[in-house]
């Protein structure tokens, strides 16, 4: 059996956690089964580097940031080969120019294209654990690529996927995916299963255990995750096409304030003015999440949209930009005081009414909606910051998990 | 005019020194020049590196040492890169695999085999500071490696070579090379120029201002070598094939404390026993400088030699190793005390009686000579480590620089 395991930062941030992540991964490679190992760079290395960065220039360009930043995992993997050396099993470290990963030439933001894996099999037939580079690739000129947030459990699915491993397992500090962030909500339980399509409403709502690119690459590719603890060897959620138990109503209830509205007031109401400020913001990787357009007065509309933290000002500046030109407004606000609410389920889809009690369960418990978004198997609300947690229990409640 | 430039570790140690050494480099690419700029790990970061690593694993494999301490080189080019952008020069990083720069498998201590230039001019077309990593390569495994102590120095001559480039300038953080070491001997003088040869045997016996490997180089391939301060405009020491002014009788005294001498006691005296034993030396990397071989009692002899100290443990347990097989010996000796003193001249060649006087010299001083060794333009004695400063002061008067 071929296991790709991924370990976060926290789970190598120090020897003893190195030496912890080692031991597990040679239990797994004691059993006879081949072992890939995935590292993020220890513990806060990024924001470090990140740090460094910016003391020497406040706007590095991708390329050399992403420069900078690979080194971060190499440092990861070669201690983590070190440590499982020194215990007795033969180990090797590769990086993203050694294994090859191939990725497109956006640094800072790439996508894997193609995995070589002639170099980690030429490894395992050695019978040598391998430990490879989490979120980092390389692009057609040979440049070091990242693959943005979360990119080291995208690079062990597209590996256990290139790989045919018969399992992935992403360890996280958590023991898997909860029914709502048990920090906020006191109740909140554990799923031991939940389907790719609800995992990734859940991951780009910010319930933090897995980046949405790697679900999205898991389900694309069918690559069954487990979602588990490095701290413990408590069973942890498996994540796949179909689960076996009957669906639920609602899996999970998450939060994510990693969000500001950006409101653009008063443009001229014509056809081709919402196309243009969403062409602009493509044009500049803004990735825009909810759009609310309304009327405004004296024949105009308001369109708002709400953006991630860091895209904020790329944003802003973008319509600034073409205010006197293609994108004539009144004014362009900007709102960082707000949270996004969702519940979540395949179950959802066949029964209605799922909309109305969450709304119903806010109100009772006095919370303001500013603006609502739906798929299929999602329902999500923008409200007060402030009134997130406060929010997150009274749904959590009405869908008595 | 194509000028490769070659920082050391201390003159890029932090944000001022890193903007010095870009500002200084800008200056020459303003004068329209091509520049090839060669950087070490910031400060004593390799150290810290290294630390890490042993804190892991006493006995680190070199493989994933090498791939531990390539990310040092990684994070200084990347920020110059950063520093040179932001003062408004194009410029770009590059790593021994974007080179590519490949090297022999011999983990922490590969030799240069081949450097691909295509990636550097292309981006030097571009009119681009090209800042290359130092001190690392890549085997034909696709595997880090390392060059070995002062490594850098060797990747910027080769590099010069490579690129035919007009100058290879050595910064460091002395003037240039001395008659002696300036913190030993207080008359010592600064050289304007120097022989390749001279330069050599100063490098190998301690002057620590250019690595041998990279003198060799640079006589190999014609490449004129400029050593010069980092902080400072003075003007350094040409090192080149033959100087113009009259060749000094002595150029330089050094002094290389770094000696350690392991005595084989009493082996039987027969032939073969002395190549048996530096055959097994070879094998294990052992690199020998002083031998000394001596008629002991009873039908045997003694074998002495010097190595550096972080070799002198492998020596003794490689000669340990076969004591009871073809290295029968009743002793094996090691004495750290010990430092060499050497004049180097290539007037010598043609004035006998150099030699002469350095003893005397020596005598006068009441230092004691335990062993001598010779080569055309050399004279080294060992002494006792507490004598070396005094030995230097005398020598250095005698030959009145």
Chains 1, 2 share one sequence.
Do not use: W
Request: net charge neutral.
């Amino acid at each position: 059996m071929l296991v790709v395991k991924k370990f976060g930062g926290t789970s190598v941030a120090n020897k003893e956690r190195i030496y912890n992540v080692a031991q597990r991964c040679i239990k797994e490679y004691e059993k006879g089964n081949d072992v890939v190992v995935v590292l993020s760079a220890m513990g806060k290395q990024t924001d470090v580097l990140l740090d460094m960065a910016k003391d020497i220039n406040d706007r590095p360009s991708k390329r050399e940031l992403d420069m900078l930043l690979t080194t971060g995992e190499q440092t990861s993997v070669a201690l983590m080969a070190m440590a499982m050396q020194k215990l007795g099993v033969p180990a090797i470290s590769l990086n993203a120019f050694q294994v090859a990963m191939h990725t497109t030439a956006d640094a800072g933001n790439a996508r894997l294209r193609r995995i070589d894996t002639e170099r980690i099999l030429h490894e395992i037939q050695q019978r040598k654990i391998v430990v490879i580079t989490g979120f980092q690739g390389i692009s057609k000129y040979e440049d070091y690529t990242t693959l943005g947030r979360g990119g080291s459990d995208t690079t062990a699915v597209a590996l256990a996927a290139a790989l045919h491993a018969d399992k992935c397992e992403i360890y996280t500090d958590v023991d898997g995916v909860y029914t709502a962030d048990p920090r906020i909500v006191k109740d909140a339980k554990k799923l031991d299963e939940i389907t790719y399509d609800e995992m990734l409403e859940l991951a780009s709502l910010g319930a933090g255990v897995l980046h949405n690119r790697s679900v999205e690459m898991a389900k694309k590719y069918g690559v069954t995750l487990e979602v588990r603890s490095s701290l413990n060897t408590n069973e942890g959620t498996i994540v796949k096409e179909e689960v076996k138990m009957e669906k639920m109503l609602v899996s999970g209830v998450a939060c994510d304030k990693n969000v500001v509205r950006i409101a653009v007031v008063g443009l001229e109401d014509r056809p081709g003015v919402a196309f243009k400020l969403f062409r602009h913001l493509a044009n500049h990787n803004v990735n825009v999440d909810m759009i609310l357009q309304s009327i405004g007065r004296d024949n105009t509309k308001d369109i708002s949209f709400t953006v991630t933290e860091d895209m904020a000002q790329t944003a802003v500046d973008t319509v600034e930009r073409h205010r006197s030109g293609s994108l004539k407004c009144s004014d362009v606000k900007v709102n960082y005081d707000l949270a996004k609410v969702s519940i979540v389920g395949a179950g959802m889809q066949s029964n209605p009414g799922v909309a109305a009690r969450m709304f119903e369960a806010l109100y009772d418990a006095n919370v303001n909606i500013h603006q609502i978004s739906t798929s299929e198997i999602r329902v999500t609300v923008l409200i007060r910051k402030d009134d997130a947690e406060r929010a997150m229990n009274a749904v959590h409640k009405e869908f008595d998990f």
